[in-house]
């Protein structure tokens, strides 16, 4: 059961342009919105995260838009940049759970 | 220091052999995670461990065995494994397991089975 929900699977964007990576969910449990950046052969690093209670956070670039009703959150870089292309991850967890549950990824490509 | 190290970095073994792949931490985190990912695929969870209880497995095959000898190192000891099991494993560490708290994840181990 795919909980968490990414599109695209691929997006190719031009230097300077905006990069927006959607991710929908389906538990209502769920109250802990992360989003992770994957380079070749590294490990994901946490480049965002969110919380229901607001409806968007930003740091630098990077915006999570967080819409509680619908049960979608979404993922935009400002003025794209090369370096910034990687496998982006959604992912979600309870509050009390333990489980981190991740979409299936989104491979990011910033044309220069 | 937000680090979690991961040792080796890569592996490779043959499916008589036992191995075994190390995390450490030193932030002080009380839950420590093993993840298995396969190319181009999200990780996914394979044990997960609160304070130094074993508090997660995810119907994991017995050929992995993972280990927590204290809060700061986190142990996968790999026997007999199948060609299939070729992958990046990934440790994480949190605060604990509660909703809210950020997960750090080492670099990975590059599995490879022969």
């Known amino acids: 059961q795919q909980q968490v929900k990414q599109s695209p699977q691929s997006l190719i964007v031009q230097k300077g342009g905006i990069s927006i990576i959607n991710c929908a969910y389906e538990n209502t449990a769920f109250d802990y919105f992360p989003w992770y950046q994957q380079f070749p052969g590294k490990g994901p690093a946490l480049l965002i995260a969110?919380?229901?209670?607001?409806s968007e956070k930003k740091e630098g670039r990077f915006t999570i838009s967080f819409n509680k009703s619908a049960k979608q959150f979404s993922l935009h870089i400002m003025d794209s940049q090369p370096g910034d292309s990687a496998t982006y991850f959604c992912?979600?967890?309870?509050?009390?759970?333990?489980?981190?549950?991740f979409g299936a990824g989104t491979i990011l490509r910033v044309k220069s | 220091d937000t680090e979690v190290t991961q040792t080796p970095k890569h592996l490779v073994m043959g499916m008589t052999n036992k191995k075994s792949l190390k995390c450490e931490q030193h932030?002080?985190?009380?839950?420590m995670y093993w993840y298995k990912q396969k190319a181009k695929k999200p990780p996914e969870l394979m044990f997960v461990y609160s304070y130094e209880k074993l508090s997660i497995n995810e119907s994991v095959p017995s050929r992995f065995s993972p280990e927590c000898p204290n809060s700061s190192l986190l142990n996968l000891h790999l026997h007999a494994l199948q060609p299939e099991d070729s992958a990046l494993y990934l440790c994480?560490?949190?605060?604990?397991?509660?909703?809210?708290?950020?997960?750090?994840f080492g670099q990975g181990t590059r599995l490879t089975v022969v």
């Open positions: 992912a979600a967890k309870r509050e009390y759970g333990n489980k981190l549950v």
């Open positions: 969110i919380r229901p209670d607001v």
């Open positions: 932030m002080g985190h009380r839950a």
């Open positions: 994480a560490s949190s605060q604990s397991v509660a909703g809210g708290t950020e997960a750090f």
